[in-house]
């Protein structure tokens, strides 16, 4: 895992922005904090930060190869799962290679199957190669935008990173935020557009997409999505064939030659993990690292809600104890949790998803301590159906984002004269109808699965990015990697078209997935019901999120009261978060969070100094 950077300019002499590039590149230094390395030509520069991972001796960056008089140059981040298959591919090919790893095979499988390449790999992903002969850049991200890639066009630059902060850096680059921004940040945040920014002039090339520059044109292109057919397969089938995906995507992404450990919450998707993980570790006469989080008091604190119906403890000792794993709880203290809001913005490069944000920031602080990667059970929820919304009536027929149905409350929030030029009503509802056009829906499909496929492509598209983006900036700002089987486009292929009534059985969130694994795992784990990340009930967080948004909102240079609703926010403040009679974003982000995402807005407007244009 690492972090990239280049520019493309065909009218300067690239060869002589060595200072520049590695200025950019020292932005990224934690992505890739074990070495860094450069590419200079006359037309485009590329940078590198490597976080060793895979052939730590034949994997460095930026890797070349000349082939039938052309030379190609790769800037890569991620990780390819099926290395094996297509270098035996290559080899038959008669490609021949120096060591073990996958940027190596990346780099010939582009030579090889051209800008078809993204349509042969199973993995996480964001790339650039340079062709030499025909002055020409090839950009790819994965298909669900797990790794991540910013661009801009600045004067003839055509500038890209692994990260917005490096990109700022160019000093062609002014820092805006304009309607489209603050429509984001407080209509979609802590979501976002797909290929949209806060700022200005900076996008993203979407997942599922690749990108192609040189002297005439800039070509976006999707090179894949979700296919609507209809499902043959019964249950019995259904199952053994989820059963038989999630282990081969497990088993291909425990392939590491860093420590690797597995992220244990004594839920449903983390014990399928720990339990396939751990098998496949003791059959090499190995024991399984599992790790879990929890806050100071938060026993003592805790508090039963629809969300959160009981704390995880209990669930992750039973998991430990079955599958023999060598179990370690790493616990945070409010006053870290806190602090940890300004780190995690910095790493985001805009506000998040506040505590839930820095929670993870110092967790994967912690892990890197000790580890360099971990397999998550991320994802599941989305594609599985495990929300609560999938079962909620006031969320089925919202009408807009199930997760994010305060619109009124969101409106609210900007003072009046922002709220007379950004109608946060009118572009979220544009987002939400946008986003419903893409889904494709049978003729033979029930009422139930219309509906749940609507959602479900809501949900993997927005909901699960917005996760995808969390996991990635907190792991990678700490120079540790993160994977997400349940995220194996295979998986997420097969499951999109299983009927609702199926998904759901027995009218349980995840129903098919619990039924998939009876007799794999303990019936106290298969019949738990949804607990999501766990967060601090510790009531001093709250205060210390209060007095601080009552600084900022006390304090006439904060940046962020140009832009809020003083009479409202004052209400929210005295009434500890509940005058927002709704969760800001999804099931955790209530007062104490919608607090503090305000707190994180203030703390991105001094750190990156924005101009408003509005």
């Known amino acids: 895992m690492c972090g990239i950077v280049g520019i493309v300019n065909y009218r300067e002499n690239m060869r002589e922005k060595e200072k520049l590039l590695k200025g950019m590149l020292q932005t990224l230094e934690k992505r890739g904090p074990d070495e860094e390395g450069y590419y200079f030509n006359e037309d485009v520069v590329f940078g590198h930060r490597r976080l060793s991972v895979v052939d730590i001796e034949n994997g460095k960056q930026p890797m070349s190869y000349r082939f039938n008089d052309t030379t190609y140059t790769i800037v890569y981040n991620g990780q390819i799962y099926n290395t094996k298959e297509l270098r035996d591919i290559l080899t038959y090919n008669g490609f021949e290679f120096n060591g073990h790893s996958d940027t190596e095979v990346l780099l010939k499988a582009y030579i090889y199957y051209g800008n078809n390449v993204c349509e042969h790999l199973n993995g996480i992903f964001a790339f650039a190669i340079w062709n030499d002969k025909k002055k020409e850049l090839f950009m790819a991200r994965d298909h669900f935008g797990i790794k991540p890639l910013y661009y801009t066009l600045q004067n003839g630059n055509f500038i890209f990173a692994s990260e917005i902060k490096a990109i700022l850096q160019h000093p062609y680059i002014e820092t805006i935020v304009d309607n489209l921004g603050i429509s984001e940040l407080f209509g979609i945040g802590p979501s976002h557009t797909a290929g949209t920014t806060p700022f200005k002039g900076i996008f993203e090339v979407e997942p599922a997409h690749f990108c192609i520059v040189n002297k005439n044109d800039f070509i976006k292109k999707e090179y894949w999505k979700l296919r609507t057919k209809f499902h043959s397969d019964d249950l019995e089938t259904t199952c053994e064939k989820i059963r038989k995906l999630i282990s081969d995507s ?41 790790y879990s989080v929890d806050y100071v008091d938060n026993d003592k604190n805790f508090v039963k809600s629809d969300f959160q119906p009981n704390s995880d403890n209990y669930y992750i000792e039973l998991m430990s104890r079955e599958f023999e794993t060598n179990h370690k709880k790493i616990i945070l203290d409010t006053p870290e949790l806190f602090d940890g809001l300004k780190d995690s913005v910095i790493a985001r490069d805009f506000p998040g998803m506040a505590d839930v944000d820095s929670s993870y920031f110092l967790f994967f602080r912690e892990l890197a301590k000790e580890q360099t990667v971990a397999i998550s ?6 594609i599985f159906g495990g929300y609560p919304w999938y079962f909620r009536e006031d969320a089925l027929n919202s009408g807009t984002f199930p997760w994010s149905i305060a619109i009124e409350e969101r409106q609210k929030i900007l003072n009046e004269d922002i709220g007379k030029k950004v109608n946060l009503k009118d572009y979220i509802q544009e987002k939400y109808n946008e986003s419903l056009s893409k889904v494709e829906i049978l003729d033979e499909d029930s009422n139930e699965t219309k509906l749940h496929r609507k959602l479900i492509y ?53 129903g098919l997935l619990r039924k998939a694994m009876e007799g794999y795992l303990p019936d106290e784990i298969i019949y738990r019901k949804k607990s999501p990340y766990p967060k601090t009930y510790n009531p001093t967080y709250s205060k210390k999120v209060k007095d601080e948004l009552i600084k900022i909102v006390q304090n006439k240079n904060s940046m962020i009261n140009n832009l809020l609703n003083q009479n409202y926010i004052k209400e929210i403040i005295e009434t500890d978060g509940k005058a927002f009679t709704r969760p800001w974003f999804g099931q955790l982000m209530t007062g104490p969070q919608l607090m503090a995402y305000l707190c994180q ?14």
């Open 250 to 290: 497990v088993e291909r992404q425990l392939i590491s030659d860093r420590p690797l450990c597995v992220l244990l919450s004594g839920g449903l998707d983390s014990s399928i993990i720990t339990a396939i993980a751990s098998n496949y570790y003791r059959e090499r006469g190995k024991t399984l690292e599992t």
């Open 377 to 382: 059970g991320e994802c599941s929820d989305e």
């Open 458 to 510: 809501l949900t993997s598209n927005w909901f699960m990015q917005t996760l995808l983006d969390r996991t990635d900036r907190m792991s990678m700002r700490n120079g540790f990697e993160v994977r997400v089987p349940f995220c194996d486009y295979r998986i997420v292929e097969y499951a999109w078209n299983i009927p609702w009534e199926m998904k759901a059985y027995k009218g349980r969130e995840k």
């Open 601 to 614: 807005v203030n703390m991105w407007l001094e750190i990156y100094k924005p101009k408003i244009e509005i």
